[in-house]
């Protein structure tokens, strides 16, 4: 394994220094031992549902324009995107 | 080999994964889900800090109630029986999820203890998490509705400092209203804090040791029951998805 490709929203509850702490610790003897962990961390942000409107982080989460409650539409992810691996050598 | 330029080196090739990593716990809460649909049972994941009072809460409820709606509760503890002794004593069929020195309930933790729980009975069940304002917001456990228990004494500023925990919450419980004359705690304060990260910022005031608000939560509650089900009278048998079959009480 080569590199694996994280992506961490701010608000997922996920800490980026421990995740890469317990991925030093736990990749030792396996096949990701010597792998690189890419992080991409992602700013929170919300919208109207209906106009779509962002509305800023720290703001009061209504829609300025029509009054209805924010939708968050980035930010609380946890996801394995893409792993890079060595394909055999044929 | 590599074949842009030939050097030898074993071809690195990326491949597409886009996969949520916790995963395992969302397949294995969607399974908690349906058992509590199929029982016609209304899930709560109850959370906050250490102290916050959620299971005098429970106790509150309980007694007004007075049996009209039965409830059923576990909760998450790290080394005592503590809790689910006091709700049993209130009324509340309850049990221990002992969690040893894990700081919150994942999905697998609560599907173990509902195992042996007799929940088919019951109307509304409580899943009281660990006393911790940040991990059990991570953790989807199959509920319904996530309600967190907000003391007076921790401060107007939490729902600001926990924005991960207030975010998920539909509800919150500002908690111990009764001591708010003794100190100095501005409830406009919180209410602005949770305006500011949970999107349909919802709170009631209850006091556990006055039962000031206790209605006003335990309609809350009411409105969010499922329409009831069929039951059967012994249980039922299903498929899993996790390799083993059993029956359900």
Redesign the interface.
Known sequence: MHRLHVKIGELSGVEIDLLKTAFDTFRERTICDGAELAIDTVAPAWACPSCERAVERGAILRCDTCGRPARMIQGDEIILQRIEMEAPNV | ?CETCGCGD?????????????SDNDVQAGHNRSHFEALGLLAINLMGSPGAGKTAVLEASAKATGGRLKLGAVSGDLATDRDADRLNASGIVSATITTGSACHLDARLVHRALHDFPAADRDIFFIENVGNL??P??YDLGQAANVVALSVTEGEDKPLKY??MF?KADLVLLTKVDLIPHLDFDVAAVE?GL???????RMLKVSAKTGEGIDAWLQWLEERRPAPVERPAEGHQHEHSHGHHHEHH
Do not use: G, S, T, Y
């Open positions: 080999m074993p071809e690195i090739v990326p491949i597409e994964v886009q996969e949520r990593i916790l940040v991990c917001a991570i924005p991960v975010q602005d305006a500011r990260v949970m999107p349909e910022a």
